[in-house]
């Protein structure tokens, strides 16, 4: 207990430390999930130089287990330590350009998350130190107890250090959390693949840039397999459209914005179209991807700036922030938030509306060749006291031919079927299939066949309309045929012109 005078005032202060047992399980519920805790852990191994991550996983046994080595620089026993302090950084002092820290509490609050036992052994230049916290040991004595252990073989950790001269081990027990309570057997063990499943497309998603490096490359293993980047920019692709970087100036350094607006789903594989949309898609997807470090932060959405739509869901923005600005973005303990700064703000407003027109005109401009009556579509666009409509083209050049070929009384007929397709025409229903993702919605011919059939009889009609032979390649390929590229109309029409040569 202490005293002191102030303005004639004798004041009381007395030192009044947390509860060990209430504090140590309150940092179990930060908001971690499988995930974002991994995430948090590999975040130190990065910080200590690490080039290789392993998680190591045994989710088959009765006493499950984790394990993250990493081949970093390590920790001497003091260094450890103060590493399982929790609050073992102040948030405020300053940090190098590459710590992905910030107060402390990351390998802590992380771990406490999903285990209630969490052992660290590290290795620094040969020596080996290991401590460890167990919340039930804790809450037993109600003290801050942090065990050192010796070596002992029974603990997995001490295998994986075989062979290192640095390098560090976080290992997690009594895995009461990432269990979902459920009791052992073959569920349980579904359950837990069916979270580091969705651990794993995140980490391959968070760390990309580390992973894509030329130089002090990470390489990511999950029991053993290496793990590929998942870069949301498609920055790569010839088809995503780039614009210039924008630097914004600000007190605490500047922040960096390259925005991208993606390929259509027609220029991108199946397998690459869905890793790119996420578990939740793209319409969610689409947005601010805020990079602290290189370490993706914010994956989507659009910080209340705009709505996300069907036709801006191409846009996404990666913004670059320095760790000195932590404070004034709000990045939070588990880094899986932040807030815009009020002098960011007004700026990434104009550049998300110039993107994003510039993701509409990539839909638009497919839309429009479909309509264009130049290129004799199958389908026109017609405006009709301010409301859009699409009728049945009955002017294409097939339809047309169809309908001389008929008898007089059946041509009527035969126009008034077209018409009918054309009013029963399910908006409706296209439109929820779009909003529930677009690239599920496919037209054109189901198979190969199918085409070959279509530009064949087009192909008649138009020889025998008086086209020559040397101008059907070009003629054919202007018609516009929904679902089906201008490479594959041609290629059917070489096929087509080989045969009648």
């Given at each position: 207990?202490?005293?002191?005078e ?8 007395i030192?009044?430390?947390p ?7 309150g940092?179990?519920d ?36 984790l ?12 260094e450890?330590?103060?590493a ?13 350009s ?5 107060f ?5 609050s992380a771990?406490?998350?999903q ?12 020596v080996?130190?290991?401590a ?34 640095n ?16 009791e052992?057997?073959?569920?349980r ?18 760390f ?16 053993g397999r290496?793990?590929?980047?998942i870069?949301?920019?498609a ?13 914004i ?6 922040v ?6 993606l ?18 898609g793209y319409?969610?997807s ?44 709000k990045?939070?303990?588990?880094k899986?938030?932040?807030q815009?700064p ?5 700026r990434?407003k104009?550049?998300?509306e ?5 993701s509409?005109?990539?839909?638009q ?12 579509p ?8 301010s ?9 294409h ?19 008034q079927?077209?018409?009918?397709l ?7 229903t ?15 011919p ?18 025998d ?5 040397s ?8 018609y516009?045929?929904?679902g ?18």
């Open positions: 207990m202490y005293k002191k102030e303005a004639g005032q004798v004041s009381r202060e030192d009044t430390p509860n060990a047992s209430a504090l140590i399980e940092h179990r930060f908001g971690y999930d499988l995930k974002t805790a991994l995430a948090d852990v590999i975040d130190n191994s990065i910080s200590a130089g690490a080039t290789s991550v392993k998680l190591e996983v045994d989710t088959s046994s009765d006493d499950p287990w394990a993250i080595v990493d081949n970093g620089t390590g920790m001497s026993e003091e450890l330590i103060e399982m302090r929790l609050g073992s950084k102040n948030p405020t002092d300053a940090r190098e590459g710590d992905l820290g910030r402390g509490l990351g390998l802590k771990s406490f998350s285990c209630r036992s969490l052992t660290v052994l590290s290795r620094k230049e040969g080996t130190s290991c460890r916290w167990d919340l039930d040991h804790v809450a037993r004595r109600n003290t801050w107890a942090l065990e050192l252990l010796g070596k002992d073989a029974s603990l997995p950790c001490w295998r994986h250090l075989e062979g290192y001269t390098g560090t081990v976080v290992l997690w027990e009594k895995l009461d959390r990432l269990s979902g309570g459920q052992p057997g073959t569920y063990q579904e359950h837990m693949n069916s979270q580091l499943a969705d651990a794993e497309a995140h980490l391959r998603l968070v990309h840039r580390f992973m894509e490096r030329l130089g002090h490359r990470l390489v990511l293993t999950l029991n290496k793990l590929r980047p870069d949301p920019m920055s790569n692709h010839k088809a995503t459209q780039k614009d210039p970087v924008e630097t100036s600000l007190l605490n350094g500047n960096d914005v390259l925005c991208h607006t390929p259509h789903h027609g220029k991108l594989s199946p397998e690459d179209w869905e890793e790119l949309g996420g578990s939740e319409l969610k689409q947005g601010f991807y805020i990079y602290r470090g290189d370490r993706l932060i914010i994956a989507g959405g659009w910080l209340g700036l705009t709505r996300q739509s069907e036709l801006t869901k191409l846009c996404r923005v990666r913004v670059d922030i320095p760790n000195s600005m932590d404070s004034d973005w990045i939070d303990v588990k899986a938030s932040a815009l009020p002098a960011v703000r007004s990434l104009k550049i998300v110039r993107l994003a027109s510039t509409k005109r990539t839909y401009s497919k839309g429009n060749k479909l309509v264009d009556r130049e290129m004799n199958i389908w026109n666009r017609e405006i009709r006291d409301n859009v409509m699409f009728r049945p083209n009955l002017e050049p097939v339809i047309v031919d169809y309908l001389k070929k008929l008898p007089k009384d059946f041509q009527e007929g035969f126009v079927c077209v018409k009918l054309g009013i029963g025409l399910p908006i409706d296209i439109f929820m299939e779009l909003s529930s993702g677009s690239d599920s919605l496919r037209s054109g189901e198979k190969r066949d199918e085409l070959k059939e279509v530009i064949y009889q087009l192909s008649d009609v138009l020889l309309g008086g086209v020559e032979i101008s059907l390649m070009s003629v054919v390929s202007n516009a045929i929904p089906v590229s201008q490479s594959e109309v041609r290629d059917v029409v070489g096929n087509y012109i080989l045969e009648k040569s």
